[in-house]
């Protein structure tokens, strides 16, 4: 079907910046909307930021964060500024898209990559 694939994510200290990656591949006909989930430990999956005809951040994120589409609208990318202990968690990409050969739109996750600020 579709595939998503992370990358980017690592350790770094409080107030520093990592940018994560994701890139979808498989029987994509078209992406309408990308973004980003997270989840620490013992917490439910949060929306982080969405883009697609808009663009959405979580409160705890905003002017710290930074989502963008790559040109080949296949890609999206989280620029993470002034990061902070809180950020802590495993970050998963997420697409709602239309499969090749099916008419119905679906969501797909990445296996997600963790992102671990420490103080």
């Known amino acids: 079907q579709v595939q998503l694939v992370e990358s980017g994510g690592g350790l770094v200290q409080a107030g520093g910046s990592l940018r994560l990656s994701c890139a979808a591949s498989?029987?994509?006909?078209?992406?309408?909307?990308m973004g980003w989930y997270r989840q620490a430990p013992g917490k439910q999956r949060e929306l982080v930021a969405i883009?697609?005809?808009?663009?959405n951040y979580a409160d705890s994120v905003k002017g710290r964060f930074t989502i963008s589409r790559g040109n080949a609208k296949n890609t999206v990318s989280l620029q993470m500024n002034s990061l902070k202990p809180e950020d802590t968690a495993v970050y998963y990409c997420?697409?709602?898209?239309?499969?090749?050969?099916?008419?119905?739109?679906?969501?797909?996750w990445g296996q997600g990559t963790q992102v671990t600020v420490s103080s």
């Open positions: 498989g029987r994509v006909s078209s992406i309408n909307a």
């Open positions: 997420n697409a709602e898209a239309l499969v090749k050969f099916e008419g119905a739109k679906r969501e797909f």
């Open positions: 883009i697609g005809g808009s663009t």
